[in-house]
């Protein structure tokens, strides 16, 4: 288990290291938190040729909150996110999601921006994108394109993301005072992949749901938002007839890849579960 | 010196005393020294070639490429290295019928598990050695792979050995009473077939080994992390054709052991004839993968049993159909039919039941083999048994501990045989389930339950006793033709200073051996604790003997440090009596003085008398040769096993809808004799519990249809996290052996033996008003849900 011979450069800044990744091309891979590409290398799945590492670039590892969106750079640690009070206020959900991410020596290294750009269909940030709408910000020599999740992420470990270009920092709105984020995921072990995973944002006016973002993880080739389920939410409170209607709204429009453990038939059972378990607990938490 | 010494017996007694294992604090601080701490000059690394196939011909192998790679020291396959090692093949005589081909280092022709080393690979660094396997072209006729025990057992299916005539390795029956007529004539008959998964072993430290063959001498040095260096000394000295004192094994810190790492490897013999071909010495660190592809695995069985009972609720008979797969060899020396055999004659052994058939079949398979490993066998005799007790109680509208209590072996009948052969000397079952209703409060929980169900909350209570096999004797391998040591030896000597040093053969893995053999050694010489310091794990340094494995080390282990003890005390009494021209019998050792026992004073210290006897033995008497040191050995007699028994529970919550199961409260009940050290036993117990609870509802070997392992990553393979443990209650009752002097039994497998067992009763105790049934191991998720119709 010894990784392939390999070059290792440290990159002092963005544009170094968007002119590394010019440089190097389709050899190169850049190493932020290393939590999943050490290990795929030491199993020689990976075997670069070079690393550009990124996680000395300050500039990467900013939180800021300005004219209502909250701007996170991709080099922040899942534990930068999980203490930042200003995170806690403008974007709760990540904050009840990094706790799930697998362990603290885990969290201590792995980055945000790191496991966007692996988008591991099990990892529950790619989720949570999706459902706070958030934009993907990458750069390259060319400039910035800014990258609707929804358009980011587009199979197992396959997003838009160019060869050339750095994931360099996310934008997602800030939460309204009308809106509810709840995360949760049903695993065997604690820190596990999830068997079924969800990360919803709610937005209700005068005790009806007016929009519905309900992502999953865990249970498909990607993240994926279930939007005939949210449609189906809107206009209604959440009464425990709409929770079941729209839990099997949910199951029944997802695409259901099995795991190792778990069958289609399983995570079908448990995002449809797990479904009716968090909007229970947004309706308990309304009332 | 000090006043009198009151209270003698208290000063000098340190068996029974709490006392943390003494290595603990070097741990902690990061001194250990495992076999990869340790960097020999001019060493090469060593690495694997695998196959990639379960089951596949070798056409032809190209070496080349991966020879001319700069930095490879060496490249070799089975056929290279004949000359230098010879074949083994895992048989023991008292097995009869048992067969398994031999086997070598490396596949030789044709590789039969995926994972199985083809190709070695020496290299100045590890990574060198992995760039060169990657160079490595082997052309391949793949076969059809067997790998599911039915699979296996077809008649007509393909063949593991084609120079056999079946997939069976070996076939075993056992019977007591009638069996037969005991069916016909019962009140009432509960059967079921149980699946239960395998499992691998798992330890910290993963296996490892530097051979270090010095030509010049013809001298091999075996750093190696095992559990029996006296057993790999005479393998690697019969294999390799060497001279057994030129052999020397040196197990450093072991990081966990657990049974796994007692077996023959060809990974580690290909590192000794690897070191033999270049006489360098070579290091062999398995990584994960390479852990989960070779090491053991454990426990695939497929039981189909049957109780039958009166309408009271007494035990007749059991009827058992075990099939165990065990990969496609039986493992080299202590083979792969230990495990099934102790299954079998572990059925209804807690319990009074007159009549019994069991039949065994040990079947080749294309996966890993498997062999013993913590609690051998007895996880599958207990949850068979306690499955089946389970079903007859809710049959016959009885509590489980009712059932229990009524057939348990009582008091009024030791010794006696059980029906599977096993002879007990005396157990403490009723004891033990009395404790345990009292310390879980069962009535309670019953209560709770009942109260909970109303409200959709599925908990269940599962219960189940165990005997547990400890302190084997000489019958155990001896009789069957393997060289492994039944007997133990102790060098204890005084040094100057008055300190004790001893040198035992049984061996540390992490439980606390060396702490508990300077535990006796200080009770029965009279010293203090921390005055006696331990020596093991190195075979030019230690007695031969039979090192630390089926929870030996403490009984015999420690008998053989109690009788070296009592014999250096009197020879240190004698020079006492000789130095103040006195009456040895009128003196006695306590806190490190020799005092006298009527005045309970102090007449000397060990330190001057170590002082007197080796600087100034010219003071004393002429032709006086004061004996400072003694070895003794200790041979366990009598039966030949010390039994243990004991009484789990669980406490558990199904989540009727995820199928995930929460683990809520544990409790152990358990008597190994005489407690010598009861922190060490109660951790003993509780690591004991959570193996048990991993294989239960975590841990599986999968494969695929093709013999692929898919969970060969710590990621995949699921083993117990603290998270999902509960608390584990642990209390005890005494029953001292008479078998050997201390008066203690083993205790390694006790937690291990029934912790699965009470979790899957409480699973189906949970979920029984729902009208399901788990009987397939490990307990998943989506088991249970299946279980229940729920998808």
Partial sequence: ?287 | MSGPYENTERHTQFVGQDKPRRNAVRHAHGRGKFVDDIVLANMAHIAFFRSPYAHAEIISIDVEEARNLLGVVDVFTAADITDICTPWVGKLDHFPGLRSPEQLPLANGRARWNGEPVVAVVAETRAIAEDALELIDVEWQELPAIVGIDNSRSADGPLVHPEYDSNVAFVMELTAGDSKDAFANADVIVEDTLELGRQTGLTLEPRSIIADFDPSLRKLTAYHSTQTPYQMQDIFTRHFNLSEENVRVISPDVGGSFGMKLHVYGEEMAAVAASIRIGRPVKFIADRMESFLSDIHLREHKVHARMALTKDGDILAMQVDDATGIGPFSVYPRTSAMEGNQALRLMGAPYKMPHYDGKLTVLFQNKAPTCQYRAVGHPIGVTTTEHLVDLAAKKLNMDPFEIRRRNVTTQDMYPLKTAGGYILERLSHEECLDKLEKLMDYQALRAEQAELRERGIYRGIGIGAFIEITNPGPAFYGVGGARISSQDGCFMKLEPSGKIRIAVSVTEQGQGTETVMAQVAATYLGVDIDHVDVITGDTERTPYGGATWASRGAGIGGSTVMIAALALKENLLEIAAVILQGDASKFDIVDGEIIDIATKRSVISLSELGRIAYFRPDTLPADYHPQLSVTRHYVPQGTPFDFTNGVQASYLEVDVETGIVKLLDHWVVEDCGIILNRQLVDEQIRGGVVHGLGGILFEECLYSPEGQLMSATMADYLAPLANEMPDIHIAHCETPTNMTPLGAKGVGEAGTAAAGAVVLNAVNDALHPLDATLRTTPLTPERILTALGKI
Avoid at chain 1, 221 to 228: E, G, H, P, Q
Wanted: hydrophobic residues 45%; charged residues 20%; aromatic residues 6%.
């Fill in chain 1, 1 to 287: 288990m010894k990784p392939h011979l390999f070059q290792y450069i440290r990159a002092e800044s963005t544009q170094a290291a968007i002119a590394l990744l010019e440089e190097f091309g389709e050899d190169a891979q850049i190493l932020a938190g290393g939590q999943s590409l050490v290990p795929t290398m030491a199993l020689r799945m990976a075997n670069p040729e070079t690393l550009i590492d990124i996680s000395a670039i300050a500039e990467l590892q900013t939180i800021e909150l300005s004219d209502g969106v909250l701007t996170i750079g991709a080099g922040c640690r899942y534990v930068d996110v999980l203490n930042s009070d200003l995170v806690a206020k403008s974007a709760p959900l990540l904050c009840q999601a990094i706790p799930y991410i697998a362990h603290d020596a885990i969290r201590n290294r792995g980055t945000i921006g790191g496991s966007l750009a692996l988008a591991d269909p099990a990892s529950e940030l790619p989720a949570c994108m999706l459902a706070l709408d958030a934009v993907i910000i990458v750069e390259s020599k060319d400039g910035q394109r800014k990258i609707p999740a929804g358009d980011f992420f587009q199979g197992t470990y396959f997003t838009d993301l160019a060869e050339n270009e750095l994931l360099v920092a996310i934008e997602m709105p800030e939460i309204a005072s009308n809106q509810i984020h709840k995360f949760y995921e049903i695993s065997r072990r604690s820190g596990d992949y999830a068997i079924s995973g969800g990360a919803f944002v709610l937005t209700h006016e005068d005790g009806c749901i007016a929009d519905a973002r309900l992502a999953y993880f865990a249970v498909s080739d990607c993240a994926v938002l279930a939007t005939k389920a949210g449609e189906a939410l809107v206009g209604n409170s959440l009464s425990s007839e709409i929770i079941e209607t729209v839990s099997d709204i949910a199951a029944g429009e997802i695409e259901f890849f099995a795991d190792l453990y778990n069958g289609e038939a399983m995570k079908k059972q448990l995002t449809k579960v797990l479904t009716r378990r968090m909007l229970t607990k947004i309706h308990d938490g309304m009332n």
